[in-house]
């Protein structure tokens, strides 16, 4: 496609056309979906859609924009998949989305009034057939005393409504014997898989009567439940009880402050933020998960990189042997995938039959329980993300004491410097400058190590006191997981706050990292001259 | 370079050695273990690092093949780990070559052509790139959902949209790619111009083949972080048949179903390849780490 559109337009003829073929067939299926998406009750998706595909071809069938012909698949790709999720988290931190308010307000009214009682005495029972003409059934009905029944059949039906409202109007059926073309009756089995596409549908008889669903064998007259009212309000029909929408809760309420199921989405301000500050059984273990995920990253990368500096500067020893076969071996760790060795260790650590245990309790006769004891299980944390660490800060170490220049070691050891006189004055100070945004970035990156947490611990153990379930070994990426994923109700709002308030926190850290590479970078510079 | 050794340096070298071969021993016993695990009959064997007696039914489990154990009862395998390893590999195959695609193009414009807004565009990217999605798991899944409504080829519980979700970590790669094209001279593709390449094909034709080493690495970076990856993968995919590698291993060490022996083999088996992968890339990979010091 690129070499058709970007070639110059003079070359008339067939390869002038190529490309205008091209940008009518992307428009027209463009287009078809932006409709599809309004269609659906979307209009800023819609919108959002429209102006991509006006930008992509605007970019392609112009001459205007050359140099984003090719920048617009790679800018694209990343406003859609990494700044516009960051964008909408935090949108979504200010709303009450979550498994109880997952829907719009207009497709919870509708859902609303979909809904039907359904009168089980006068309906009537069903048998679906397979269709001669293949591809789909039809449904025989059939009510009214058993000598001289009713009976209706329906036009075909086919696979493509499942989980829809849809309609169909039924015939009448006279006689005793089925209709040609048409199979023996499915049996139940069978049967069932075509319940998602009757369960939406609405049944029209010849005599104006409406059906419904209303069990694996059985249509039945049914009346709304609910009439929508001129003021977006909905009345109940038994009653006559009237349920307003509540723009603050995200529910229809009636006057009671009764609300109905589900609730929809809304805007609820600072609501979220509030909770995380101001709600006392929630700030407990919020505060603690913080406090932890901090001393986490810190420790992991004090560890991690004390390790590898201390073997970095071993390797380097000239009078050692085998240095290439232990930096080798060493480096292993680190070539192994994450998620492997994290779950190979989750089995090592397990109390009953782990490998660990098995050794300690050999030696020692102990047994620690790593998963039941959140000291223990903080210390397994910190042992395996040292293990999964240190090869990088030794690969690292390792680039920056080769550069550092060998006449200084050998002015130290003329003065009858010890080695670890050369590390505390030679090594240390001249690698610590260009490693510390390094420093920050590791640091950074286990501030948010998800996978570490969950697939080890998966946050256990949970604290016992507190509302929402939050474990003593979560930190705050794992916490909004579980929050907006796991077992606390899919709490979609809280989970997107915490995550924004995370996003400061990296962008604290990005500055700090910039502040330090800036500096590593100017003394750097400095020294050459 | 001449220095003094005193008395004190056999004891030194020596000291050195142990504390190596110990920190050797216990980086290498668990990588030891789960091999030696994956050939112990039974899930919840304890023994020796090399077993007495060796069997092969968690590899066979893993490998797919139902086991017959000696009292006769037939084991079929616990996940379709073969199958789990299939999908990480589509996955990772096709989202890497398009990620190499469409960070070439957007290298080339950085570094050759001139247009508005071109550093602040790069600068924003690469801040972008300190953002995991791991922060924006909500949001991406709700936006996986909502697109899953209108295209149902790329929404939830499809390889196609996650192929997709990955194709916004591409900031490092278009650094990497516009830092090695700048050490490629302009002059030979302006020499291609003056002959009568139009600037797509002095791209395609002239620059390109001379970046292949490069495109190469970038290729084998992008393949391993989709291997690897867990979180996007894990909200999307849910379903058995599913999954890749990385969010599908973590079903065998269930707390209610403990099944260590079948769990050591498919992550012998699965594992292998990618370390092998990444030890044959590993010059790049460090030096790719050191620049940036992104990947941990």
Redesign the interface.
Known sequence: MMTALTRPSKSAGASAWLPRAIGALVAVAGLWLVFNIQAAGQPLVALGVLVLLAAGLYTYLSRAGFAWRYLFPGVVGMGLFVAFPLLYTAQIGFTNYSSAHLLSEERVRAYLLDQADIDVEHSLTFTLHPDAAGGGVKMLLQGGPADAPTRYVTPVIRHEHAGQAWDLNAAALDGNGNPAGLGPALPLREALAWREHLQGLHLALPGGARLSYAGVREFGPATPVWLAQADASLKRQEDGAVYRPNPQTGYFENAQGEHLQPGYKVGVGLANYERMLGDKEFRGPFFSIFIWTVLFAALTVVCACGLGMTLAVLLNWESLRYRTLYRTLLFLPYAVPGFISILVFKGLFNQNFGEINAILNAVFGVKPAWFSDPLLAKLMLLLVNTWLGYPYFLVLCTGLIKAIPADLYEASALAGAKPLTNFFKITAPLIIKPLSPLLISAFAFNFNNFVLISLLTNGRPDFLNSKIPAGTTDILVSYTYRIAFLDSGQNFGLAAAISTVIFFLVALMSLANLRFSAAANGSSRGGRH | ?????GKS?RW??LG??A??VT??V???F??A??IS?SLRPGN???GALIPAHVSFEHWQLALGIPWTSPEGQVVQPPFPVLRWLWNSIKVATISSALIV???T??A??FAR???RFKSP?LNS?L?????????????????FD?IG???PGIGLETHGGLV??Y?????TH?WTIRGYFETIPQEIEECAKVDGA???QA??RVLLPMAVPILMVVFVLAFVGT??E??VA??LLREEGNLT??VG??Y??HDQR?L?GD??AA?VL??LP??AV??AA?RWI?SG??AG??K?
Do not use: C, D
């Open positions: 370079m001449a220095i003094v050794t340096q030194r070298v050195a050695h504390f190596l920190l050797l216990l980086t290498l668990p990588l273990a789960v695990i919840f064997a304890n695609l469409i960070s193009t957007a080339y414009a052509l001139k247009f565009i990217m801040l972008l790139q300190m953002f995991p999605p791991v922060l924006a798991l909500v949001a991406i899944y709700a936006i909502n409504r209108y295209l997709v979700a194709l916004g970590g591409i900031a278009v139009s600037h797509f791209f395609a291997i690897i867990y979180p894990s909200i590698l990385a291993s973590k065998y060490l403990f260590w769990f050591a992550a699965s594992g990618i370390t990444f030890i590993q460090v780490l050191t010091g992104v941990e």
